[in-house]
């Protein structure tokens, strides 16, 4: 039996088996695997597009990709640049960007005393425990709520 050299096209095969874990769709056919290339004989690098920066499949679609990778010759490794495509609805138009900063939530209400400076910081926690990057903006004029429920009363913003 012929030994298959490793070769990109080698690679995407194996990869087109790697299905979406909600849709049951190929990752490579919803454009989810991007730029894969071969490092070495041993890694295979890849961008993995996900729906959210905080995706809870992540660890699932990392063995996936491991498995297929590993009915190749050489079983390569793979080196994953992990990124998000959230889409865009109902979004400000002409709204200023922030440099860094992908995709914004707010929270707000018409009435005070109803646990939204609570809300953002557990949504924050949250998100960060997941692997997003986060940060909160409190523009609560009338109190601190944001630094006492981090204790963070004596830092100061940069």
């Given at each position: 039996?012929?030994?298959?050299?490793?070769t990109?096209?080698?690679v995407?095969?194996?990869?087109?088996?790697?299905?979406?874990?909600?849709?049951?769709r190929?990752?490579i056919?919803?454009?989810?695997?991007q730029?894969?290339?071969?490092?070495?004989?041993r890694?295979?690098?890849?961008?993995?597009?996900?729906?959210?920066p905080?995706?809870?499949?992540?660890?699932?679609?990392?063995?996936?990709?491991?498995?297929?990778?590993?009915?190749?010759?050489?079983?390569?490794?793979?080196?994953?640049?992990?990124?998000a495509?959230?889409?865009?609805?109902g979004?400000?138009?002409?709204?200023?960007?922030?440099?860094?900063?992908?995709?914004?939530?707010?929270?707000?209400?018409?009435?005070?005393?109803?646990?939204?400076?609570?809300?953002?910081?557990?949504l924050?926690l949250?998100?960060?425990?997941?692997?997003?990057?986060?940060?909160?903006?409190?523009?609560?004029?009338?109190?601190?709520?944001?630094p006492i429920?981090?204790?963070?009363?004596?830092?100061?913003?940069?």
């Amino acid at each position: 039996m012929a030994v298959t050299q490793l070769t990109e096209e080698v690679v995407l095969a194996a990869l087109s088996t790697v299905k979406d874990p909600e849709l049951h769709r190929g990752m490579i056919e919803l454009k989810m695997i991007q730029d894969v290339s071969l490092v070495d004989p041993r890694t295979v690098a890849m961008r993995v597009v996900l729906t959210t920066p905080a995706c809870p499949l992540k660890n699932q679609i990392h063995d996936d990709i491991d498995a297929a990778l590993a009915t190749l010759p050489g079983a390569p490794k793979a080196e994953i640049k992990w990124d998000a495509q959230v889409s865009r609805t109902g979004s400000i138009p002409q709204m200023q960007q922030i440099e860094g900063v992908k995709n914004v939530v707010s929270v707000g209400a018409g009435k005070g005393g109803v646990g939204k400076s609570t809300s953002a910081v557990n949504l924050a926690l949250a998100l960060g425990q997941l692997g997003a990057r986060t940060g909160v903006l409190d523009a609560d004029v009338y109190g601190p709520n944001v630094p006492i429920l981090l204790g963070a009363q004596r830092e100061k913003p940069y």
